[in-house]
């Protein structure tokens, strides 16, 4: 390392655009969402896996082009009126994630983050705040699966998930023994999804200032239950499994 | 899913401001933290355990409306000089908590995260940029808690943030304790101590932190800061072990 001993004129970027090469072969339309491919870097629509950077500023057609041959102008940073499945008015503030570059919605599982709500416009449309360099996925480094029915018991594979659960859903937590570590996550609009979580036989479910009952649950009470609601859950403990974090309104069942 | 076919307009908004529908018989005032209620989605002065929304432009008087009538137009994102308790030179950098529309402090206990220290300006007074939509609280799903000069965990801090002002000795229960918790300092630099006293046949392991039976793990109080902290599993045969952890500890 050698320290400065004299004055450095920094190139400071101004503005919130970006410019990334194109993959080979491909259109890119005004108003995608772009996402950048890991192994080559070049922005390409945006679908799973990749990395998302902006939406397109104009069309770029590089249909008959070579890798690189074009580059693609994104805005990067802003706010974005989007088509949201299922927004309401209680969903500012909730994570939004794009399925390919035109379809947004709430569900982590298959999804690329891009945002948070910022303003409900009409149901099913909202004002998405996006900053691609610096906003981060709330649940990025969990691999995201959705609880399609109406009980799930989970095991020691699900460990480093986040469990989406878009229904009323009795999740079944395995022997204290099992120390896995996953994040149960209500993806229900308000008060429309009730999560119970179920401890094993002769177990408990314990957290902060709750003291749990032996076989009774830890419910995410559906009248005040809200999209973002989640539960970590961590095996380990002689009495049963622990709440290491939680938000919104949990209490055991009565 | 319909990948795009063609050109399509998205609506950039411009500006870091933002609407919101306002309660009922309500008035929010200029310059107030304002609050998203959940059930509704409706604004109004913030208070616990809201949703931090901006702060308001100029005052919106829904005092006899119905819920919605009016809309608050508040900032949403940008730096305000606020008074905030116990401020000094050293909080640069601090998450920032509301407990009303205009009581601001460092303590998360009871409070709404609003944004983070920029830059210090007097004693109790600092710049705070916020982002109510981008920027998120640290403790996030952790249960904010103040403790006094002592105490002693149980299976019941799982999932909380201990927040010490005053030094403070946490004992470590049992190995069999399988808690998860979060012990932060809060008090500003140099002034609080954090002491983890584990079992007497018991020690706190972490990175190249290989502890001693019946040894404390402190947070130095000579260079202790606001926002140290320390992330503590127990359950490991030997004793508790960290997850994560800020500041100097020995």
């Not at chain 1, 029915?149 to 009795?170: E, F, Q, R």
């Not at chain 1, 649950?217 to 622990?242: C, E, S």
Request: charged residues 20%; glycine residues 10%.
């Amino acid at each position: 390392m050698t320290t400065l001993s004299a004055d450095k004129r920094r190139d400071l970027v101004l503005g919130e655009v970006n410019e990334i090469p194109i993959i080979i072969a491909e259109i890119i339309y005004e108003g995608a969402a772009v996402g950048t491919v890991k192994a080559s870097g070049h922005a390409c629509p945006l679908a799973f896996g990749y990395k998302f950077i902006g939406f397109a500023e104009q069309k770029r057609d590089n249909s008959t082009g070579a890798a690189a041959a074009k580059e693609v102008r994104v805005v990067t940073k802003g706010t974005a009126k989007l088509s949201v499945s299922g927004a309401v008015i209680t969903d500012v503030g909730a994570a939004v994630y794009a399925t390919d570059d035109d379809t947004f919605v709430f569900l982590p599982t298959g999804g690329v983050f891009i945002g948070f709500v910022k303003k409900f416009v009409s149901s099913g449309i909202v004002e998405v705040q996006f900053d691609s360099i610096n906003y981060g996925d709330p649940w990025a480094g969990r691999l995201a699966e959705t609880l399609a029915g109406p009980t799930k018991t989970l095991a020691i594979t699900d460990s480093g998930k986040v469990m989406c659960v878009t229904g009323d859903c009795v999740v079944t937590v395995p022997a204290y023994t099992v120390n896995l570590d996953t994040i149960v996550l209500n993806c229900g609009a308000y008060s429309t999804v009730k999560i119970s979580i179920d401890p094993d036989s002769g177990s408990l479910v314990q957290g902060p200032n709750l003291a749990g009952t032996t076989d009774k649950d830890l419910i995410n009470t559906k009248a005040t239950a809200q999209r973002g609601d989640y539960v970590r859950l961590k095996g380990g403990d002689t009495g049963g499994f622990i709440a290491a974090e939680l938000k919104g309104v949990w209490a055991t069942e009565l | 899913m319909t990948t795009l076919a063609a050109d399509t307009r998205r609506d950039i908004v411009i500006g870091d401001v933002n609407e919101i529908p306002v309660i009922i018989a309500e008035i929010i005032y200029e310059g107030a933290a304002v609050g998203i209620i959940k059930a509704s989605g409706h604004a109004w002065p913030l208070a616990f355990p809201n949703k931090f929304a901006g702060f308001c432009e100029q005052k919106c008087d829904n005092s006899l409306g119905a819920a919605a009538a009016k809309n608050v137009r508040v900032i949403s994102k940008g730096v305000a000089k606020l008074s905030i308790s116990g401020a000094v030179i050293t909080d640069v950098g601090l998450p920032v908590y509301a407990t009303d529309d205009d009581t601001f402090v460092f303590l998360p206990t009871g409070g709404i995260f609003i944004g983070m220290t920029r830059r210090f300006v007097s004693s109790g007074i600092m710049e705070v940029e916020f982002d109510a939509i981008g920027m998120k609280d640290p403790w996030e799903g952790r249960l904010a808690e103040t403790a006094g000069a002592t105490l002693t965990l149980d299976i019941q801090d799982s999932g909380k943030v201990i927040c010490a002002t005053v030094d403070t000795t946490i004992t470590i229960p049992a190995t069999a304790v399988a808690m998860d918790t979060i012990l932060l300092n809060c008090g500003p630099y140099g002034t609080v101590q954090i002491t983890c006293d584990p079992g007497s046949s018991d020690k706190i392991q972490g990175p190249d932190i290989a502890g001693s039976d019946n040894t404390n793990l402190a947070n130095t109080k000579a260079t202790a800061q606001r926002g140290d902290f320390i992330h503590l599993r127990n359950g490991e045969t030997n004793g508790a072990v960290i997850l994560r952890m800020r500041g100097v500890w020995a």
